[in-house]
C-alpha cells in the first residue's frame, strides 16, 4: 500500500516561509510526476506545482518566483519551498505522485491527507 504523508504545514506571517514535504513510502516501482496542489472552502482544489522525475517544473501563474518545487528520488520526496508568503497563500496543501507500483501494474496517482497553511499577522 503506497502512502504519502505531507509534513511542514503552520501559521506564519504574511512575508514568511515555510517548506512542505512529501513522502511516498511502500511498494514503490517508479515514481513519476510529483506535485502540490492546494484547496480552500468551497474552492476546487488547484495546481500550485509539479515537476516531473526528470526535474521539469511547472507553477501555477499566482506563486511563480516565491514558491519552488523540488524532489530527492533516493528519498522518494517532493518538497515545496514557499517564500514572501501572503494571506491568500493560506489552503491546505495536498501532495500527489504518479507511481507505479507493480512492475506489470497502471499507472496510479496516489495523495496526501494534507496538511494546513495559514498565512496571517
Known amino acids: 500500500q503506497v502512502q504519502l504523508v505531507e509534513s511542514g504545514g503552520g501559521l506564519v506571517q504574511p512575508g514568511g516561509s515555510l517548506r512542505l514535504s512529501c513522502v511516498a513510502s511502500?511498494?514503490?516501482?517508479?515514481?513519476?510526476?510529483m506535485g502540490w496542489y492546494r484547496q480552500v472552502p468551497g474552492k476546487q482544489r488547484e495546481l500550485v506545482a509539479a515537476i516531473t522525475s526528470g526535474g521539469t517544473t511547472n507553477y501555477a501563474d499566482s506563486v511563480k518566483g516565491r514558491f519552488t518545487i523540488s524532489r530527492d528520488n533516493a528519498k522518494n520526496t517532493v518538497y515545496l519551498q514557499m517564500n514572501s508568503l501572503k494571506p491568500e497563500d493560506t489552503a491546505v496543501y495536498y501532495c500527489?505522485?504518479?507511481?507505479?507500483?507493480?512492475?506489470?501494474?497502471?499507472?496510479?496517482?496516489?495523495w496526501g491527507q494534507g496538511t494546513q497553511v495559514t498565512v496571517s499577522s
Open positions: 500527489n505522485a504518479d507511481i507505479r507500483d507493480r512492475i506489470t501494474g497502471p499507472v496510479q496517482r496516489y
Open positions: 511502500g511498494y514503490i516501482v517508479s515514481i513519476y510526476t
